[in-house]
């Protein structure tokens, strides 16, 4: 499990360019830190804190590129608690099937865009959840093809014997 959330999840990212979000253009980095792994009975919790930076620009015509605000740039970067829990189980093929969700995604610092002054916790959180949403069903993709029919008889788990 730890080595298809480090896939799906690399230890830094940043944008290669300026993405256009509508009226302005962003940038931002982020990187994590290791995953702590807890186990209760067919559940899998899988926690980390990432830091983040962000800035944000307008590219006006004849002017150019105009820096307009960041969070974590020349300032300490802002945190993220991510926690994504698995419950797993074995079906009859012997493969395993899960479900994944995100039980955790908080914010316990604020990312104040210096220029405006705006927390922009909230705006992060709408643009994270969605992937965090993709990472877990990619997980629970990635459990479905581990088979475990050849170390368990699973013909005993339905059967009850």
């Known amino acids: 499990l730890e080595q298809l959330a480090d896939a799906q999840a690399p230890l830094s990212y940043r944008t290669s360019d300026w993405q256009d979000i509508g009226p302005v253009d962003i940038q931002y980095g982020v990187s994590r830190g290791g995953f702590q792994i ?5 559940r899998i919790a899988i926690s980390t804190r990432v830091s983040y930076w962000v800035s944000v620009s307008n590219n ?22 991510i926690t994504v829990e698995t419950i797993f ?37 709408a ?6 949403d993709r990472l877990a ?6 459990i479905a093809t581990i088979d475990v029919s050849g170390v368990v008889d699973v013909g005993k788990l339905y059967d009850g014997q």
Not at 137 to 142: K, L, Q, R, V
Request: with cysteine; charged share 20%; glycine share 12%.
């Open 38 to 42: 807890g186990f209760d009975g067919n």
């Open 137 to 142: 069903a990619a997980i629970d993709s990635g």
């Open 60 to 81: 006006l015509p004849i002017i150019g590129r105009n820096g307009l605000a960041s969070c974590g740039i020349d300032e300490e970067e802002p945190v993220a608690d």
């Open 89 to 125: 189980g074995v079906n009859r093929d012997g493969h395993l099937h899960s479900k994944t969700r995100v039980t955790n995604l908080s914010f316990p610092n604020p990312c104040n865009l210096t220029v405006f002054n705006i927390d922009a916790r909230g705006y992060i959180q």
């Open 127 to 132: 643009a994270v959840q969605p992937q965090l």
